[in-house]
């Protein structure tokens, strides 16, 4: 299973041409660039359900909400699919984005709400060890660069010290891994592979982050 050279051009296509004249006159073409990158999303799913707990996976629609855009350009020029893991004992997300020259996936947590947020700045002022040690696995710094991306703070939260040793994990509002793909790999055969070595390679950040949220600072379990 792989991306077809067809679905990748007329994505090229789109972007260039990113209007409902040029969209009808081509939905044929859509339909089947649409109908490979569902395939390609299912297979995903399937090899991560080999080695995680899936229990949803949401392929974005290529409608774009203008409302509030200045960008008035009606659709996506993108696939773009989210995967949830099953159960209140696992947590985080995984994602993928397939845009000629801005290709990626993610893993992570994107917006903790509030309280989630708060117990995971609390772990990482508690100790930041183990963190620190997931991110210099080789496999996760190999793929992900051994960080994490995310929207932060200038400065520190209310409440936690600016000069905390962790302040560079505190301040983050997101933990997020992102891993970039040229159109070369994700045309290649072996695009679905590169995708699940990187999923997996994810499993320790969210086994860490799953018992963090799921018990309270004294480590004693939260949920049912």
Do not use: C
């Not at 699940?196 to 949920?223: C, K, Q």
């Amino acid at each position: 299973m792989q991306l077809e050279k067809l679905t990748l051009q007329y994505l090229i296509d789109l972007k260039a041409n990113n209007n409902r004249e040029w969209y009808h006159e081509h939905k044929d073409t859509f339909q089947i660039a649409q109908a490979n990158a569902k395939d390609l999303y299912q297979t995903i799913m399937a090899n991560l359900n080999k080695h995680d707990d899936i229990d949803r996976f949401k392929l974005f629609r290529i409608y774009r909400d203008v409302r509030f855009s200045k960008d008035k350009t009606p659709y996506n020029p993108h696939f773009a699919g989210s995967y949830s893991r099953s159960s209140k004992k696992l947590r985080g997300g995984y994602y993928l984005r397939i845009r000629p020259g801005e290709s990626f996936l993610a893993g992570g947590f994107w917006e903790p709400n509030k309280e989630d947020l708060f117990r995971i700045r609390k772990e990482f002022e508690f100790n930041d060890s183990e963190i620190r040690n997931i991110l210099k696995q080789k496999s996760f710094h190999t793929i992900f660069g051994g960080k994490l991306e995310g929207s932060e703070l200038k400065t520190a939260p209310k409440g936690f010290d600016k000069a905390h040793p962790a302040i560079d994990l505190i301040r983050k509002k997101g933990f997020i891994a992102v891993r970039k793909f040229t159109d070369k790999e994700i045309s290649s055969p072996n695009f679905i592979d590169k995708i699940d070595e990187s999923y997996l390679a994810l499993r320790p950040f969210f086994d860490y982050m799953s018992e963090i949220l799921t018990t309270n600072i004294n480590g004693e379990s939260i949920i049912d």
